[in-house]
């Protein structure tokens, strides 16, 4: 290989990572990445110095797409799983009949009834 079959090939290698820091620049601004990622991401994608001293480490919540869904699923555990909406599901749950649960209660009662508790053993 040449020289200039060597530079030729630099030169294409750095115009494809410069395409794919454009690509995730695209992406990282659909997921809400933070701004230092995008700021490098630009500046790596137009060919120009950039710091990746402030890049790592970098946590998902830090982007505004997961921070999202996790407000929406805190939302939807404090409206369902608590306080009096998951009194009344229970409450409406166990009111439900079926066969099943009669013939259980019929056979629990050919058993003398539900099982007493025993107190514990004294020493």
Known sequence: MTMDQHIARLRARVADLEALCAAAYQFGGAVGAPEVWLDALWEASQGNAFSTERLLPVLAEECDAVANLHKQ?????????????????GRVG??????????????????????????????
């Open 73 to 89: 699923l805190e939302d939807v555990r404090r409206i369902v799983a608590v306080g009096p909406a998951a009194a009344e599901l």
């Open 94 to 123: 166990g009111q439900r009949t079926s066969a099943a649960k009669r013939r259980a209660a019929r056979a629990n009662g050919r058993k003398g009834g539900r099982p007493r508790e025993q107190a514990a053993p004294v020493r």
